[in-house]
């Protein structure tokens, strides 16, 4: 699953771990609206999210085909 959850075009094209930014601000707002007590202090994403640590790891063609080949059974429940 976790190799289904890694095949996306942000991982293909910055390396893996790497996230977009704009998926921090999403995740904090989902946090915020329901896992936190009203009135909690919203905190800034760019404070707790970074890709200062992600895209040394680059999969080449061959290793994506490898991945899309092993998951691909899988897509029907998680996508």
């Given at each position: ?30 946090v915020m609206r329901y ?23 680059k999969l080449g063609a ?18």
């Amino acid at each position: 699953m976790w190799q289904h959850g890694i095949d996306r075009p942000e991982a293909h094209e910055h390396g893996l771990g790497w996230s977009d930014p704009a998926a921090y601000t999403e995740t904090t707002d989902l946090v915020m609206r329901y896992l936190t007590e009203p009135g909690a202090k919203r905190p800034d994403p760019e404070a707790i999210f970074t890709n200062r640590f992600t895209g040394k790891i680059k999969l080449g063609a061959s290793d994506w085909t490898s991945v899309r080949a092993r998951v691909s059974e899988f897509d029907k429940y998680l996508s």
